[in-house]
């Protein structure tokens, strides 16, 4: 007998929505019980065309309206800590929701899940997508594996991505860089060191570059992204008693994205000059794309003022496909797969507000 | 039946004796057999008083001589690399026994043995002390488990130890400290740098300070000792993600011996002021001792120029205990534990002949 397929009811506020989502745990690698219950509670949707691709779905209107917008979310969380079931408890004099996902990001799912049930005629073409594996290793995720299987669905004018940004805007994404940057010594017993040249002697005008580095704040389509050079890691040494031959600062260089990833590198290269920098790994970031008449439109929708994205995240991969995107999502970035996650349930509305206000038109059909 | 002990043939020359004690394996804490086959060989000699104690063989002439002098050896060796059995093998153009032990320090335990079996009538009394553990952590060391159970045995007017030293003299030795120096940050996201405080940064005048450094060269009863305070190990970071909130160097600050170990760490704390530092490890190191009427007499005897030592020995432990004590064995000590440790056999005749030539005293008896 197969498991059963969870319920999911959306008649319910995108709130209690929020809390339904949450309680079906759906940690990385484990999403296919909450993609179930998703797919199963939009069938039936006259206005919706449904594609499952592994733990992703896909929910599609095809209204020949002159604009597409993909509304996207990931639906696993990082592992759960004695934090669910939710629950709801006020918090400094707001209603919130406790519990692991109602940051990351359930609560924009929710609200994504109510609006692709009830928005049969919105003001433009919406393909909706519910993916897996966001909280892993890059090559798991639900996102890039449909990119790959399913470009036709990654054809838009703008994409919304609900990643948790306080119920804001926040445009585009720093690029993240990582380097190994090494110095080379000569072992030899400590207790005769000048036999031997100390790696991490050698290594001092590398702390002594980051200690004393001014990151940039680079405009950016209008917003200023902040950007940081950090170690973030360090490790030499042989024994207590060896003039060690070797030592390696992993650095990691968040650049904002006017910059490619090749030109950050250049950059560290560049910083370091003299000692050996080997690239690790590399994510570009994504320009915010609000400059385009679409934002402009959601942007006026949903109202407040945007703000930079530090975090690196998927819309990334939007950008990368010649798609402008934002973050826009309930929840402090902050609490994100904090012990204490929980969400102000005002946050949820304002979203499902905000979004329901761009895509009915300002006539509210 | 209890396993056979091995046969030692005294009458055999040095460089066959140093082959026979090569051929016993004897790994630090597996010294038993070799401890077992040193002590039947000396069995029956009547000017040797023979005490055991765990695998440390002790043997002493009462001879009723003006002035005692200990000489002793470690029979333990570094794990084996398929360097046993020995072999002979000339390298230019020097006759050499090549493998485990040859170098550190069973060339030097074969002299004395064959010293003390042959020297019936010394000018001065000997305690000879062969012992286990030396290899390994201090709290295990033969000598100075000999030192509490018989602190008896420890009286004597100069000590040699047979440790390599190129068959010449080595007087002292350097004392060994090591600490360790934190700093400490605020962890945060690598995204948001800003809210953080990253350790491996403010680190950096630390490593500024190793890299400047220079080392004191200080005169000690008439040898001069190079000191070194070097960066033997650094740590730090969380995950790539992590501005990090810790990071140690690990520094070993060889002295030398006009300066106590806790002048050490006061030098260090001086060094790195503002910065917390633990001592983790402190050994003592020892004053060359050469000064004494009776090691003139030695010098004189076995020629050449005394050098400091500036690896840590068990000199120190007869320092301690107000025993001058030097160096003086065959070998090379840069080939000790490396796997092709290897022992000019001349060094191993010379060590032989200045030995008895300063114990059978200027008319030869």
Not at 6 to 32: F, H, K, M, N, R
Request: one cysteine or more.
């Amino acid at each position: 007998m197969p498991a059963e397929v969870p319920v999911l009811d959306l008649s319910v506020s995108s709130v209690e929505l929020t809390q339904q989502l949450c309680d079906i745990a759906s940690v990385s690698g484990d999403e296919a019980r909450i993609a179930d219950a998703i797919e199963a509670s939009l069938e039936g949707l006259g206005h919706l065309t449904i594609v499952r691709d592994g733990d992703t779905v896909v929910a599609s209107t095809s209204l020949g309206r002159a604009q597409r917008v993909i509304i996207a979310g990931h639906i696993d969380t990082v592992p759960i800590n004695g934090n669910v079931p939710t629950r709801f408890e006020e918090r400094d004099g707001q209603a919130m929701l406790w519990g692991r996902g109602t940051v990351d990001m359930k609560g924009g799912v929710a609200v994504q899940l109510k609006l692709a049930a009830e928005l049969t005629d919105p003001i433009v073409d919406i393909t909706w997508m519910w993916y897996d594996n966001e909280e892993v290793a890059s090559d798991l995720n639900g996102l890039g594996r449909l990119a790959r299987n399913r470009p036709d669905l990654f054809v838009g004018d703008f994409a919304i991505l609900g990643e948790p940004s306080n119920a804001g805007v926040e445009g585009g994404c720093n690029g993240t860089l990582r380097v190994h940057v090494s110095a080379h010594g000569k072992r030899s017993h400590a207790a005769r060191s000048w036999v031997g040249v100390n790696a991490i002697h050698a290594i001092s005008p590398v702390l002594a570059t980051l200690a004393s580095y001014t990151p940039r704040e680079v405009e950016v389509d209008g917003l200023v992204y902040r950007e940081g050079v950090n170690a973030v890691g360090i490790t030499g040494g042989v024994a207590g008693n060896v003039i060690p031959d070797l030592v390696t600062v992993e650095v990691n260089y968040r650049f904002a994205p006017s910059r490619t990833g090749a030109e950050a590198l250049a950059h560290l290269e560049e910083l370091f000059s003299g000692f050996e920098v080997v690239q690790t790994d590399v994510a570009e970031g994504a320009r915010p794309g609000l400059d385009a008449p679409i934002a402009q439109d959601f942007l006026a929708a949903v109202g407040g003022t945007p703000a930079p994205k530090y975090g690196w995240t998927d819309v990334a991969r939007f950008s990368a496909l010649g798609v402008p995107a934002v973050n826009y999502g309930p929840g402090d970035p902050l609490l994100a797969h904090a012990d204490d996650e929980r969400v102000p349930l005002a946050h949820i509305e304002d979203c499902e507000r905000g979004l329901r206000a761009w895509l009915t038109g300002p006539d509210g059909r």
